[in-house]
């Protein structure tokens, strides 16, 4: 399947690059993960969908970040509660 650019990439690409912090929200299934995945191929990845990551991000910051060097895209997908 190929990808469909979106009108929102260059937006992005200048937002990530003037700033330390880049959050993008949306419903689910709408392509969010697959947005970041293509306009930033290089960025280390982090998926919440694992308890220990979670744990570890909340209890263990600088441990985390050690292992999970900038640029980093955390995504965010596992049980709210957790």
């Known amino acids: 399947m190929s990808y469909i650019e979106r009108a ?3 937006v992005i690409k200048q937002r990530a690059a003037a700033s330390k912090c880049l959050l993008l929200t949306g419903a689910r299934q709408v392509g969010k993960s697959t947005l970041v995945n293509h306009v930033f191929p290089d960025f280390n990845k982090a998926n919440f969908d694992d308890r220990m990551t979670r744990l570890q991000a909340r209890e263990e910051l600088g441990l985390f970040f050690l292992n999970n ?4 895209f ?3 997908n596992g049980p709210q509660g957790s």
Do not use: D, G, Y
């Open 69 to 72: 060097p900038r640029p980093l």
């Open 8 to 10: 929102i990439s260059q």
């Open 74 to 76: 955390i995504e965010r």
